[in-house]
C-alpha cells in the first residue's frame, strides 16, 4: 500500500508541471499574437526595419545625408608663420661723459622724455674755471701775437732801408708764427673747455621712456663708468625679431633688396589678434649654422604701445600674394594615406578626388589641384561616405522628415482601425 499511494503522487506531481509548461506556452502565444501590425510586420523576413528600410550605410542603395560648401575664387595671401620678440627700436644708456660729482637729476623713472629734454647736472665748476684759465692764456699770447706783428712791420721798413740785418727779420717773423700758433692751441683748448660744460648737461638722446634711476644726487660719476645714469628705450616705433628657416630666404630676399615693403603682422601668444602691422626693413648677412636659420627684423608703428619690449608674439610675414585662387572650406579636406582628397557632389552621387592644398586662411584652405570653381564639396556626414555613394543634402532633410512623419502617422491610423 505505501508503495501504491507514493507512486499516485508523482503522477500528480508530472500532471502539475506538464499543466504549468502548457499554461506558460500559451501565454506568451497570446502576447504574441495580440501585438499590433507594426514596423517588424512590415519588414520582410520578420526583420525590424533600419536606415532606408533595412539597408545598412554600407549598402549601396542607402541614401546619406550630407552638408556641402561651395568652392570659390579669392585672392590668399602666402605667409610665413614665425615666433619673435619684441625690441626697442632705440635703447640707450645713458651716461656722464665727464668727472664729477651728479648734483641733480631732473627726470622721474619711466617718464616719456624728447631728444634734448635735460635728464641731469653734474658739477660744473671745475670745468668753468679751466674755461675761464684758457680763455686768460688766450688773451695773453693774442697780445704778444699782435706786439710781434707790429714789430715785423718796423723791421721790414728798417731792411728796406738796409738799416737791419736780415737774420733779425727772419727771427722775428717766426716769433710772430710761434705767437699764432699758440693763439691756435688756446682756443682748442676753450673749446674743449666749452664740451666739457656742456657735457655737465646731460640730456637725452631719443624720444622715449626712462627706466629705472641707476644713480642718486650726489654720488661721483666717471667717464670710464658703464653702468650710466639711466635707460632710455624708443617704444614708437618698435621692432619685432624673428627668424624663418633657410629655406624661405628665395621668397623674400629679392623682394627685399629691391625695396619692396613685404608686410608683417604680429598677433598675441594664441595668435587670434592683431597688436600691430609694419613692414619688413632688415634681414640678416648670415644663416645662423646651429639653427638653419635666418634672423629678421621688422618695424611696427606703436602709438598704443600693445607691443612691449621682450614682449613674445607670433609674427606672420607675407611673402606673396595667390591671385584668384580655389579656395573650398577646410573641413571639407580630408587625408589618407595616399593623401588629401575630398568629395565632390555630382547630381545625388559624390565622387572622391584627390587634391593638392595649398595656404590656410582662416576655415578657408587652397586647392591647387582637383576642385574646381564653383563645385560642391561635402563638409559634413563623410565618415560612411564612399565613391559613387548616393547622398541628399541637408536642405531636403526637412521635406523628408514631413514625409517621414506623415507616413508614420498614417501607420498608427490603421493600426489604430485594426480590430
Same mark, same amino acid.
Given at each position: ?20 509548461? +502548457? ?26 526595419? !533600419? ?13 546619406? %545625408? ?6 570659390? $575664387? ?18 640707450? @644708456?645713458? @651716461? ?18 624728447? /631728444? ?19 680763455? !686768460?692764456?688766450?688773451?695773453?699770447? *693774442?697780445?704778444?701775437? /699782435? ?10 721798413? +728798417? ?9 733779425? +727779420? ?27 660744460? @656742456? ?16 644713480? #642718486? ?6 667717464? &670710464? ?9 624708443? @617704444? ?6 624673428? &627668424? ?24 598675441? *601668444? ?25 634672423? $629678421? ?19 606672420? $610675414? ?11 572650406? &577646410? ?55 564612399? #565613391? ?6 541637408? &536642405? ?9 512623419? %506623415? /507616413? ?12
Amino acid at each position: 500500500m505505501p508503495a501504491a499511494r507514493s507512486r499516485s503522487r508523482l503522477v500528480w506531481t508530472l500532471l502539475a508541471l506538464v499543466a504549468i509548461a +502548457l499554461a506558460i506556452f500559451y501565454g506568451v502565444h497570446l502576447l504574441r499574437g495580440s501585438q499590433p501590425a507594426g514596423d517588424d510586420a512590415a519588414a520582410p523576413g520578420g526583420r525590424r526595419g !533600419g536606415m532606408g528600410m533595412g539597408r545598412g550605410p554600407n549598402d549601396p542603395s542607402a541614401v546619406i %545625408t550630407v552638408a556641402v560648401g561651395k568652392a570659390g $575664387l579669392a585672392d590668399v595671401p602666402v605667409s610665413q608663420q614665425a615666433l619673435g620678440t619684441v625690441i626697442p627700436n632705440y635703447s640707450v @644708456t645713458v @651716461t656722464s661723459r665727464v668727472d664729477g660729482e651728479l648734483m641733480a637729476v631732473y627726470f622721474t623713472e619711466g617718464q616719456y622724455v624728447k /631728444k634734448g629734454q635735460l635728464l641731469a647736472q653734474i658739477d660744473p665748476r671745475a670745468y668753468q674755471a679751466t674755461l675761464d684759465q684758457y680763455q !686768460g692764456e688766450l688773451a695773453e699770447n *693774442q697780445a704778444l701775437l /699782435k706786439s710781434a706783428q707790429l714789430t715785423v712791420e718796423r723791421y721790414k721798413r +728798417l731792411f728796406a732801408k738796409d738799416s737791419l740785418a736780415k737774420q733779425d +727779420l727772419d727771427t722775428q717773423v717766426a716769433t710772430v708764427g710761434q705767437y699764432a700758433g699758440a693763439v691756435k692751441a688756446d682756443q682748442a683748448q676753450i673749446d674743449a673747455a666749452k664740451l666739457n660744460l @656742456t657735457y655737465a648737461k646731460i640730456v637725452s638722446p631719443i624720444d622715449g621712456f626712462t627706466g629705472l634711476r641707476l644713480v #642718486d644726487p650726489g654720488n661721483i660719476v666717471q667717464s &670710464s663708468s658703464t653702468t650710466g645714469i639711466v635707460t632710455v628705450t624708443q @617704444t614708437n616705433p618698435i621692432a619685432v625679431t624673428f &627668424s624663418i628657416p633657410q629655406g624661405q630666404i628665395v621668397n623674400v630676399l629679392p623682394k627685399l633688396r629691391n625695396g619692396v615693403a613685404l608686410p608683417v603682422l604680429a598677433m598675441d *601668444q594664441l595668435g587670434t589678434h592683431t597688436l600691430a602691422s609694419g613692414t619688413l626693413k632688415f634681414i640678416s648677412n648670415e644663416i645662423d649654422t646651429t639653427t638653419g636659420s635666418i634672423k $629678421l627684423k621688422a618695424l611696427f608703428d606703436n602709438p598704443d604701445e600693445k607691443l612691449y619690449p621682450n614682449q613674445f608674439v607670433n609674427v606672420s $610675414l607675407q611673402t606673396d600674394t595667390l591671385h584668384n585662387a580655389v579656395v573650398i572650406p &577646410s573641413a571639407a579636406v580630408q587625408l589618407s594615406s595616399d593623401g588629401h582628397f575630398v568629395y565632390v557632389v555630382k547630381g545625388d552621387t559624390v565622387e572622391r578626388r584627390s587634391i593638392e592644398t595649398g595656404p590656410v586662411l582662416g576655415d578657408q584652405t587652397v586647392v591647387s589641384k582637383g576642385v574646381a570653381n564653383d563645385e560642391q564639396v561635402v563638409t559634413r556626414g563623410i565618415d560612411h561616405l564612399r #565613391d559613387g555613394a548616393k547622398v541628399s543634402l541637408e &536642405s531636403d532633410k526637412p521635406k523628408a522628415a514631413d514625409a517621414s512623419a %506623415t /507616413k508614420t502617422t498614417g501607420k498608427h491610423a490603421a493600426g489604430a482601425a485594426q480590430p
